[in-house]
């Protein structure tokens, strides 16, 4: 790859994964959400696996830390959702607004968004499959981009 576009890309895609960051925590008032800020946050480091390689990639991501912040999305999708199912006897009840008024308050509260717009528990689960969408797409990028070095070493 050329000097130019590896000074291009590095501050590309910190501005790429900022804006998917800001998708994320704004995506119960705005178009968006979790996936799509996950996408774009994978978007940027893959734009980075793909400019510098993997070995010298600014962005590191380890399995450790892929297989721990997937766990962490898809364990807390299931709490929240859980929650829901053992408070009202529905999953992903929105147990932050409580609509029907099914929930004692003080469980209301702990999921109350601080928010004016008050979405319950909506941001929560953004973030959550932001998390898992984003270590997702970047890991099936990573594992591409190391197949032709292990069909190499064979």
Do not use: W
Not at 23 to 50: E, K, N, R, Y
Request: contains cysteine; negative net charge; proline residues 3%.
């Amino acid at each position: 790859m050329s000097t130019i576009l590896k000074i291009f890309v590095f501050p590309a895609a910190f501005i790429i994964i900022c804006l998917g960051i800001l998708t994320i925590l704004g995506g119960h008032i705005t178009p968006g959400g979790g996936f799509q800020g996950g996408a774009m946050i994978a978007g940027g480091i893959i734009l980075c696996v793909i400019t510098y390689g993997v070995e010298k990639s600014p962005i590191q991501l380890s399995h450790d830390f892929i297989s721990t912040v997937e766990s962490v999305g898809a364990l807390g999708y299931i709490f929240l959702g859980l929650v829901g199912l053992f408070t009202t006897g529905f999953f992903l009840y929105n147990t932050g607004t409580d609509f029907y008024h099914l929930i004692a308050s003080s469980i209301v509260n702990i999921f109350h968004y601080p928010d004016v717009t008050n979405a319950g528990i909506v941001p929560y689960l953004n973030i959550l499959v932001g998390l898992k969408v984003f270590v997702g797409l970047s890991a099936i990028v990573i594992a591409f981009s190391q197949f032709r070095r292990i069909e190499d070493s064979d």
